[in-house]
Nanobody, 116 residues
Framework: QVQLVESGGGLVQPGGSLRLSCAAS????????MGWYRQAPGKQRELVAS???????NYSDSVKGRFTISRDNAKNTVYLQMNSLKVEDTAVYFC??????????WGQGTQVTVSS
């Protein structure tokens, strides 16, 4: 059974930082591309950042220079360090595991709220 469990969300003031974690089980973690997506109210889910099995990084333009994705294959965990948070970063953040082809897995999401 595949499980992706996100943690680390919460309420933070503009300019603050949060670190999201996603612990995976039931998959051969090291061969998966791992990604973070987010969905704000009334908007479509969008890619925030991804990291391939080989360590290739991809970021959306809106978070470049502020967010950093990383992975620890020994812990089956992917992280998203979010700095200089803005109100517009408020969303539910989802972890995604993609091995290629039509199959992919999603976590349940964690809420990030940026507000003063």
């Amino acid at each position: 059974q595949v499980q992706l469990v996100e943690s680390g969300g919460g309420l933070v003031q503009p300019g603050g930082s949060l670190r999201l974690s996603c612990a995976a089980s039931g998959i051969i973690f090291s061969i998966y591309t791992m990604g973070w997506y987010r969905q704000a109210p009334g908007k479509q889910r969008e890619l925030v950042a991804s990291i391939s099995s080989g360590g290739v990084l991809n970021y959306s333009d809106s978070v470049k220079g502020r967010f950093t994705i990383s992975r620890d294959n020994a812990k089956n965990t992917v992280y998203l360090q979010m700095n200089s948070l803005k109100v517009e970063d408020t969303a539910v953040y989802f972890c995604n595991a993609y091995p290629g082809g039509p199959l992919e897995y999603w976590g349940q999401g964690t809420q990030v709220t940026v507000s003063s």
